[in-house]
Each structure stands twice: as structure tokens, then as C-alpha cells.
């Protein structure tokens, strides 16, 4: 995201390293929800889907 691009490391990179595991994977569910419940309402269908496979694929290699 743009208005993350001057940070030196990113919200969910920082999260993934220093939040326990369990904790990291609730915030990803969490995610996934909201980008579900707001699919055809915010940015279209097609931008929050990208949001939801994104959080998607971060949720299960926390899990593999």
C-alpha cells in the first residue's frame, strides 16, 4: 500500500515477528471477516477478494 511505502517495516511484518502465533493467526481471521463481510460494499468485489486471498495465504503458512 502506498501509504505504507516510507515505513522501514511494514504493520503486518512487525505483527508476524513479534506477536505469538495464536495471536498473529486471530488477527488474520479477523482480517479475512471483515474483508468478507465488506466484499461488495467498499472497494468492489474484486479488490477486497485480493484483500481476502492475501490474508488467506499469510493465515495458512502460519498454520503449515
Keep these: 500500500q502506498p501509504h505504507y511505502e516510507s515505513m522501514t ?3 503486518i511484518q512487525f505483527m508476524a515477528e513479534s506477536l505469538p502465533p495464536d495471536k498473529f ?6 482480517n479475512v471477516i471483515k474483508y468478507i463481510c465488506r466484499a461488495d460494499k467498499k472497494n468492489g ?3 477486497e477478494g485480493e484483500k ?3 490474508e488467506l495465504e499469510a493465515f ?3 498454520i503449515d
Excluded: C, H, V, Y
Excluded at 25 to 30: H, I, K, S, V
Design 45 to 47: 468485489l474484486e479488490a
Design 60 to 62: 495458512t503458512q502460519q
Design 9 to 11: 517495516i511494514q504493520p
Design 52 to 54: 481476502i486471498m492475501k
Design 25 to 30: 493467526r486471530g488477527f488474520l481471521e479477523g
